[in-house]
């Protein structure tokens, strides 16, 4: 009995020594796995979670996904059946007992940084959601061991090095490139867009303006000056443009504007003094006209105020196109720097028709270049003073009407006041200097009568 006894109690005492080893979890690892990783229980360092491994929620872990390389894709497998519970290499702290009981929390596996790619991990991140990157779970990864030490990584192919780039240079020898350059245009394409504009708002003016265009280009040259022979010879394109002024509907001209109005007055007058010097070409002195050039214009009786040319269905004299309609009307004064007197003391001819769309422009060539040429005026420095012509005299109401407001030179009368002031806009900025420092007399150039032919 004591016998039985004794060996009871051993048995118990066995009984109780396995029970106790079994509950702390001390078991060793088998000898039949030695290259069984083992499974930690103890928490991950937070830090060391959210920056390698990317998060997986709890409703995703019974899914079957893709894994970036076969190694991983093992070590899933091990992980796989929570109740198997592998002892560490090391002894495991007796405060990790306690958490026998408690609910095994699910494993991740960390890909190993020497066996995946930089494209796989690009695609694990992407697989979850940027919430889900950035917030701790409760989920413990799993370690795998490495075949390499961890601190080490697998060398990368070195990868070929390409040349710096280096901006193209245009070959300083046209002749180096070995092709043939592109010749540079004369007009730039804003001066060639502006020419095709320009192109579209004449052809869209009267026929008259196209005629009269094509005779001023064959028979006139840079100096304003007419080649009245041959015009003679070939008065055809003469008698055709003065046939469309007559042709003219005076009930449309009368809704044109101003800018048409005047560019068409102008161009008549000038038009109509070709006409009346090649229908007496070549001219013959008189009695009447001895104070003037044997071939002036002048010398042809009424010329100014008794010739009559047909416009709209009426007759009208030059005088009265240049005084009554143009001046009287519109009070322009740089109209009288664009009148032609068929001379050369007046404005030179245009090789070209005043358009309604540069007519103002146009207006300022023309003063500009006849008050900056020996016709209009001379400056005298060193006798300080000014000649001008004396068609400044012929239109002094409309030069006082125009430039007599300006306060420059008020001490001079209104009429010489007003000659300065108007003069003084178009001249050299030299030449205006001077003519603001030397307060200069003013006298008159004698008009030259002579004709402006070829």
């Given at each position: 009995?004591?016998?039985?006894?004794?060996?009871?109690?051993?048995?118990?005492?066995?009984?109780?020594?396995?029970?106790?080893?079994?509950?702390?979890?001390?078991?060793?690892?088998?000898?039949?796995?030695?290259?069984?990783?083992?499974?930690?229980?103890?928490?991950?360092?937070?830090?060391?979670?959210?920056?390698?491994?990317?998060?997986?929620?709890?409703?995703?872990?019974?899914?079957?996904?893709?894994?970036?390389?076969?190694?991983?894709?093992?070590?899933?497998?091990?992980?796989?059946?929570?109740?198997?519970?592998?002892?560490?290499?090391?002894?495991?702290?007796?405060?990790?007992?306690?958490?026998?009981?408690?609910?095994?929390?699910?494993?991740?596996?960390?890909?190993?940084?020497?066996?995946?790619?930089?494209?796989?991990?690009?695609?694990?991140?992407?697989?979850?959601?940027?919430?889900?990157?950035?917030?701790?779970?409760?989920?413990?990864?799993?370690?795998?061991?490495?075949?390499?030490?961890?601190?080490?990584?697998?060398?990368?192919?070195?990868?070929?090095?390409?040349?710096?780039?280096?901006?193209?240079?245009?070959?300083?020898?046209?002749?180096?490139?070995?092709?043939?350059?592109?010749?540079?245009?004369?007009?730039?394409?804003?001066?060639?867009?502006?020419?095709?504009?320009?192109?579209?708002?004449?052809?869209?003016?009267?026929?008259?303006?196209?005629?009269?265009?094509?005779?001023?280009?064959?028979?006139?040259?840079?100096?304003?000056?007419?080649?009245?022979?041959?015009?003679?010879?070939?008065?055809?394109?003469?008698?055709?443009?003065?046939?469309?002024?007559?042709?003219?509907?005076?009930?449309?001209?009368?809704?044109?504007?101003?800018?048409?109005?005047?560019?068409?007055?102008?161009n008549a007058h000038n038009l109509f003094t070709i006409k009346l010097i090649v229908d007496n070409y070549p001219i013959k002195s008189s009695v009447w006209g001895m104070w003037y050039p044997p071939n002036s214009i002048m010398q042809i009786s009424g010329a100014r105020d008794k010739t009559y040319f047909k416009m709209m269905g009426l007759e009208y004299t030059l005088r009265e196109i240049e005084r009554d309609i143009l001046l009287k009307r519109f009070g322009d004064p740089r109209i009288c720097f664009a009148l032609s007197y068929a001379s050369m003391g007046g404005a030179f001819l245009r090789r070209e028709p005043y358009y309604p769309h540069r007519l103002d422009s146009q207006l300022d060539e023309q003063a500009r270049r006849f008050l900056q040429s020996p016709r209009g005026v001379v400056i005298d420095r060193g006798a300080a003073t000014v000649q001008l012509s004396d068609i400044f005299v012929w239109y002094r109401e409309v030069m006082v009407a125009k430039y007599g407001q300006i306060k420059k030179f008020r001490d001079r009368p209104d009429d010489i006041r007003s000659y300065l002031n108007c003069i003084l806009l178009y001249l050299k900025p030299e030449d205006a200097r001077i003519l603001e420092s030397i307060s200069p007399a003013v006298k008159f150039m004698k008009y030259d009568w002579q004709l402006n032919e070829k």
């Open positions: 009995m004591d016998n039985l006894m004794r060996l009871n109690h051993k048995d118990i005492v066995f009984v109780i020594g396995v029970i106790l080893i079994a509950g702390c979890g001390l078991s060793s690892r088998p000898a039949s796995f030695p290259d069984r990783p083992a499974v930690m229980q103890s928490e991950p360092d937070p830090e060391t979670q959210t920056s390698i491994v990317p998060q997986i929620p709890h409703s995703e872990l019974n899914e079957t996904k893709p894994t970036p390389d076969l190694s991983v894709a093992q070590s899933n497998t091990r992980t796989q059946s929570p109740g198997l519970i592998e002892s560490p290499t090391t002894p495991i702290q007796p405060d990790t007992a306690r958490q026998t009981n408690q609910t095994p929390a699910p494993i991740q596996a960390i890909p190993d940084p020497q066996l995946s790619t930089p494209a796989d991990s690009l695609k694990t991140a992407e697989s979850s959601s940027p919430s889900e990157a950035t917030k701790p779970k409760d989920a413990t990864p799993a370690r795998k061991e490495s075949t390499s030490p961890p601190d080490e990584k697998t060398p990368e192919p070195p990868k070929p090095e390409s040349p710096p780039s280096q901006p193209a240079q245009p070959p300083s020898n046209p002749n180096e490139t070995g092709a043939s350059q592109p010749i540079p245009s004369d007009l730039t394409e804003l001066e060639e867009a502006a020419r095709k504009a320009e192109e579209e708002l004449i052809a869209k003016l009267h026929p008259f303006y196209a005629r009269y265009a094509d005779l001023l280009k064959l028979y006139v040259d840079d100096n304003g000056n007419v080649d009245y022979g041959i015009l003679r010879r070939k008065r055809g394109d003469l008698l055709e443009a003065t046939r469309m002024l007559d042709e003219l509907d005076p009930q449309q001209v009368l809704f044109w504007t101003q800018e048409e109005k005047i560019a068409l007055w102008l």
